[in-house]
């Protein structure tokens, strides 16, 4: 339960980091490793080098855009618990925060981190999909940005090339009548989710984005979900039609069993009522 | 080894630590501070659980060398603690302890939760303390122990964040010892790994190919799964081209032969790449076919030595002429197991999915052999998943084109 020897840098620039990475084609980035420490104490995973990147200033700060915010890459779960993103989603990333593993875990594991490892039962994955989050990463060829759904390819498998690193998340602000809904069942307290429902609605602006995960299936995200309302008002979270949504599921290639497309179904349908406050 | 300097237990100490080392093993052997246990060592159990920077970490899976600048507390800074004094009483009270193993973990987790006013109720308790497991109790003798503690504990250090320290401790602002890195430790076989990991998977595209998967079944330790692969191929072709044990190999992504087969016999390899895990397993295969009844079975096994994991699998086939004699349904049903770290770590369903995918990869190339199309040859490890989202939005969009006559967003 020891892992490989490995060497450690510790950049202290974005800059730099990329230097590293680039130098070194078997390093793996370092963002507080609560994924990847177990990897590594279990050998699953054994690089040449880890890269330190929780001392970079501007990868552990949150910051007020014109249209939003950026959250760091490192930023902690703890701390989006605590509430250091304002100004965005009523509450909503703090409470999917606190649902994530255990307290000990939220304080080192970080949002970029996260998403990074692209786990496809993460809470984040499936949270931040429901916001259209856009991701900026660095390169060797400077900045770009990616919108979430396209970041991810599958399970564990991101856009990211191999000397790119994530650098923020921005998350853009919506209007005042925005709603968000996230629920989520898991075995056990803190394990990966089995399944996860996660909503945001902003009928006024024409926004209204639901998503389906947790388990191993890659998340299938909803950007036009009114099809699955009986009634035609989706404000109304009783007009949710769970059947239809299970082989909607079903349809989009999500190869589970029925029991799993309906656990899916379930949690979309309690994302939507809690939304919509019913 | 790398020098760091941190502040533990009120003691200001510099040491050269190898980066591998977890502050656990760094607090226990070094510092000879034993009252922080290793239980899983994997993140799992909570026994490890001190506190950084004011706040609580696992130390099993946090680096030593990741706390240089950090200030650490352990069990042992505690004695005088109002608030663990409090805390150690009810335990003993509440009989919340038995073997002992995991009640440093468990005060420490118990501290954080009561101080941050977490601790509102049972059920609160119960889910702040999930992540620290008892063996011994039961939990309710641990659950009503907190729950004393905190009916009577005025939270006045309510957790505040600071807008320069949002990342984990010790964060940019903290003391930097380190001083050198040691030289690049890249073993051959790392190379040759890394080199194999380079060459990129191809897929040839599918023409009239239709892959359907059956029902996925547990049947002790082994997972089963069937697919049915139709080909616009006739039998007898199919039949030739799996006879062909080198050709089949090449279309199974990231297996390469180390030689010819003999009897039926093949030694080989397989890489497997699931996010950060490269397996690369090293074994063999058997291959035995019925011409009666257009029927084989290939037995393997292999072992990735770096997680001294075990894979075996069992893939029978079985060939059907369809569209009079012009096409072949080929009836797979795969058995498969895994033993080992690799299984322990990996959730089922992920590999799965995995299998499920490598044998769809398998049909395709298969059709492009078929064809007389070409694939690359050689170790071309398909990465897990690296297709899935993109054939979710395609069939999303078919699906939302056919039921509703216009595409998502």
Redo the contacts between chains.
């Keep these: ?10 950049p ?1 620039s974005i800059a730099e980091a990329l230097e590293t990475l680039d130098a ?3 390093a ?1 980035i ?1 963002a ?3 994924t ?11 690089p ?3 890269i ?1 990147i ?4 501007e ?4 910051q007020e855009t014109g249209d939003g915010v950026a959250i ?1 890459a ?3 779960h ?2 989006i618990e ?3 993103v304002t100004g965005t989603a009523n509450g909503y990333l703090d409470r999917v925060a606190s649902g994530i ?5 939220r ?4 949002i970029g981190g996260s998403l990074s ?5 993460a809470d984040w994955l499936a949270a931040l999909l429901a916001l259209a989050a856009e991701l900026e990463i660095a390169g060797g060829s400077g900045m770009r940005r990616a919108a979430l759904d396209d970041f ?6 991101t856009a990211l090339g191999t000397a790119e690193l994530v650098v923020a998340i921005r998350i853009a602000k919506r209007g005042p009548k925005a709603r968000y809904g996230y629920h989520k069942i898991c075995r ?3 394990e ?1 989710a089995e399944a996860i429902g996660a909503v945001a609605t902003d009928h006024e602006a024409g926004y209204f984005r639901l998503v389906a995960a947790g ?6 995200v ?3 979900p009114r ?1 699955l309302f009986k009634e035609a008002d989706p404000t109304d979270a009783r007009g949710f039609d769970v059947d239809m949504a299970a082989n ?1 599921l079903a ?5 589970a ?1 029925d029991y799993d497309l309906s656990l899916r179904a379930i949690v979309m349908q309690r994302a939507i009522q809690e939304a919509a406050g019913q | 080894m ?1 020098r760091i300097t941190l502040t533990v237990n009120g003691t200001k100490v510099t040491r050269e630590v ?3 080392t ?1 502050l656990a093993d760094f607090l226990r052997e070094d510092l000879v501070l034993t009252g922080t246990h290793v239980g899983c ?4 159990c ?1 026994a490890c ?1 001190v506190v ?1 920077d004011g ?4 130390s ?4 030593a ?2 706390c ?1 600048g950090a200030e650490i507390r352990t069990i042992e800074d505690f004695d005088d603690d109002p608030l663990m004094k409090k805390l150690r009483h009810a335990f003993s009270a509440e009989h919340a302890l038995q073997c002992g193993y995991c009640t440093p973990g468990m005060l420490v ?1 118990a501290r ?2 009561v101080r ?1 006013g ?1 601790a509102r109720d049972e059920d609160a308790i ?3 303390m ?3 497991l008892c063996r011994c109790t039961g939990y309710v003798g641990i659950v009503k122990a907190i729950a004393a503690v905190a009916c009577d504990h005025e939270v006045s250090e309510k ?3 600071s ?10 602002a ?1 003391q ?1 010892s ?1 001083r050198e ?2 030289g ?3 073993s051959p076989a ?1 190379k040759e790994q ?1 080199a194999a990991r380079a060459a990129a998977p191809t897929l040839a595209s599918p023409s009239g190919m239709n892959v359907q ?1 059956g ?2 079944t547990q049947d002790g330790s082994f997972t089963k799964l069937t697919q049915t692969i139709t080909v616009n191929h006739p039998r007898d072709a199919v039949w030739n081209l799996m006879a062909d044990i080198e050709k089949v190999a090449t279309c199974m992504p990231g297996v390469s032969l180390d030689g010819p087969a003999r009897d039926g016999h093949v030694d080989g390899r397989m890489l497997v790449k ?4 490269n397996a690369d397993l090293k074994g063999e295969a058997d291959v035995t076919r019925d011409a009666d009844n257009w029927r084989g079975v290939i037995d393997g096994k292999g072992r990735d030595a ?3 994991s075990l894979a075996r699998g069992r893939v029978e086939y079985e060939l059907t002429e369809t569209d009079d004699g012009k096409g072949t349904l080929i009836a797979v049903s795969i058995a498969y197991s895994l033993a080992g ?2 299984a ?2 990996s ?4 590999v ?3 299998v ?1 995918r490598l044998a769809g990869a398998f049909a395709q190339n298969l059709e492009a052999k078929l064809e007389g199309r070409d694939v690359e040859q050689g170790a071309q490890a398909l ?10 939005w395609d ?2 969009r078919s ?2 084109t056919r ?2 006559g216009r595409k ?2």
């Design positions: 339960m020891k892992p490989v020897a490995f060497d450690y840098a510790r202290r070194q084609p078997g793996k370092l507080g490793g609560q990847l420490g177990p990897m590594l104490n279990l050998r699953l995973v054994q040449d080098m880890l330190d929780t001392r970079i200033p990868l552990t700060a949150v760091g490192c930023v902690t703890a701390s605590d509430g250091a593993a255990y307290r000990a875990v304080t080192r594991g970080t490892h692209a786990d496809p039962a991810v390819k599958g399970a564990m498998e056990k307290t803190g990966f388990g191993s299936h890659a998340p299938v909803f950007t036009d099809e909607a349809d989009a290639g999500m190869a069993d | 790398t190898a980066p591998r977890n060592e994997h993140g799992i909570g659980t950084i706040e609580i970490a696992r099993c899976i946090t680096y060398v990741t240089d987790a954080d939760l941050r977490a119960r889910v702040g999930s992540g620290n957790t505040a964040v807008a320069d320290a949002l990342g984990p401790a010790p964060g940019p903290a930097d380190l890195t040691r690049n430790v890249t790392q890394r998967t029902e996925i699931l996010g950060p895990i770096r997680s001294a770290p690799l322990q770590f959730r089922g369903a992920i799965r999915n995995l499920n990465n897990a998943g690296s297709l899935v989202l993109s054939v979710l069939r999303l699906f939302f039921l509703f998502p967003g």
